[in-house]
């Protein structure tokens, strides 16, 4: 009974901190429409807000790592989950910019440190045959969370200061997994040697045979410092290149930008401006839920390194199958930015006089909201715990307000038609209108594509980072790992519209395309199979190879 108890709490921690991580990252989304108003945010203050998030985050990977190694697993999840519990209640009441800033960079640092801790921690308290489950379920919870973010974006989208709530109702989770956490026991591998674990019950979770040879052969905790990641040993350098080419190969692949353009790919096949919105985030958002349990069924039978290679080649063939079709029938870009009440925004985009915010023509700001979300990053770009959305805003950096730029670009922003109710169909003579097929087949490539990285680099990079380091610097190694994926994102979705116009979209998307079929190579030469081995035989299986 104890170790099924164990088990389900261990579930239950998993879940709710991808919940909570999922829900943070999709929530700004909808709670910028109303604070742009609220506090006459201009486009500057909401890349701010929307970025604070990610430097907290950032910060935490740096220093999270030496939290969880040297306090243990437990206790860092407990602590993130006060820090979270204090930067909801500042959101939640605050009065002002720089609160919503503080609050919003207490979350980022409080769901990073989370998210490592959780995934590590689940890792070492199951056994070897359920391990890729639970940790996935860790996945699972994030793309729940930003769908149950775009739901409360909807409900609260007309209620006055509707926001309070959506950033509010992040505690109730929180809560219960601070709760969750209190049951269940430190981790085995915190205790001096196996046999102590069996006498506290905990090894109730692993088989009997696992058990006779844990007694046989007590395993001896071994004490790493930071530099050993870079050094031969233990073999340690192939361990920090897997880790470090699974999450850079993870944003490199094109994820967080190719969610972007949902919801443009859907309006070309022909949905209205304002259910391409709907459709491009709950549609995907509801796919990557779909394939991200397919890829927890599956990550303990076939094995993280098959479905991982499957992942890179199928999102290798639908990008370069969107690269292809996008250049026979081109889509719209964007660099746009939705804050109206802004005059070095307004003017380049649109022809109206300005007027207060509050007298625009504003269609129900729901459709917006999911709008916002979606085209700022799409549903499940958080697979990646990617912060994706901070730079969907500043995918729309104003930071070019000059005109004959804007030119170029045709400026599409759903939001912005329907705050300033523009005249016409928004993309009337749109020349891909006549590509019909051509469109449907690169929305069936997106499908693809978004279901494809939910059951490969969404949730197996993170199972392999907290399988493959050796107890002793497992918290540094995983956050040393987690703080380029960070960074990588940023550049990637900061460097995305520079490309497009060096090398077009068809050729960023073809280049993705390469990328896919280099992390194919990667993994096959590099990553080895995890499935089915205690993380002592892994660590063996690492230090025996040179």
Known sequence: GRALLILLLSATVSLLGGLIFGYELGIISGALLQLQIDFHLSCFKQEVLVSALLIGALLASLVGGILIDHHGRRRAILVSSLVLLVGSL???????????????????????????????????????????????????????????????????????????????????????????????????????????????????????????????????????????????????????????????????????????????????????????????????????????????????????????????????????????????????????????????????LTQHPLMPVSSQPAVSPILPALGAGKSQAGPGFAATRSLTKAFASTQSREVVPDSSLTQKRVLIGQAKEETVGSTGPPFGGAPWAEHTVLNWITLLSMMAFVSAFSIGFGPMTWLVLSEIYPAGIRGRAFAFCNSFNWAANLLISLSFLDLIDAIGFSGMFLLYGLMGVMAVIFIYLFVPETKGQSLEEIDQQFSRKR
């Open 90 to 348: 500042i959101l939640t009441l605050a009065r002002s910019f720089i609160g919503l800033v503080i609050g919003r960079m207490t979350v980022g640092f409080a769901i990073s440190v989370s998210s490592m801790a959780c995934c590590i921690y689940v890792s070492e308290m199951v056994a070897a045959h359920q391990r890729g489950l639970l940790v996935s379920l860790y996945e699972a919870g994030i793309t729940v969370g930003i769908l149950l973010s775009y739901a409360l974006n909807y409900i609260f989208a007309d209620v006055d200061e509707g926001w309070r709530y959506m950033f509010g109702l992040a505690i109730a989770p929180t809560a219960m997994q601070f709760l969750s956490i209190l049951f269940l026991p430190v981790n085995p591998v915190k205790l001096s040697s196996w046999d102590s674990d069996c006498q506290k019950g905990l090894i109730q979770l692993q088989n009997t045979e696992d058990r006779e040879s844990a007694k046989q052969e007590p395993y001896k905790e071994k004490h790493y410092s930071f530099l050993d990641l870079f050094r031969t040993r233990d073999n340690m350098r192939r361990r920090t290149l897997v880790g470090l080419g699974l999450v850079l190969f993870q944003q490199f692949t094109g994820q967080p930008n190719v969610l972007g353009y949902a919801s443009k790919i859907f309006h070309s096949v022909g949905f209205q401006s304002n259910s391409s919105a709907i459709l491009a985030s709950v549609g995907l958002g509801v796919i990557k839920v779909v394939a991200t349990l397919i890829a927890m069924a599956f990550a303990d039978k076939a094995g993280r390194r098959v479905l991982l290679m499957a992942g890179c080649v199928v999102m290798a063939i639908s990008v370069a199958t969107i690269g292809l079709t996008s250049c026979i029938a081109p889509l719209a870009m964007a660099r746009d930015c939705k804050a109206a009440a802004d005059p070095n925004a307004s003017h380049s």
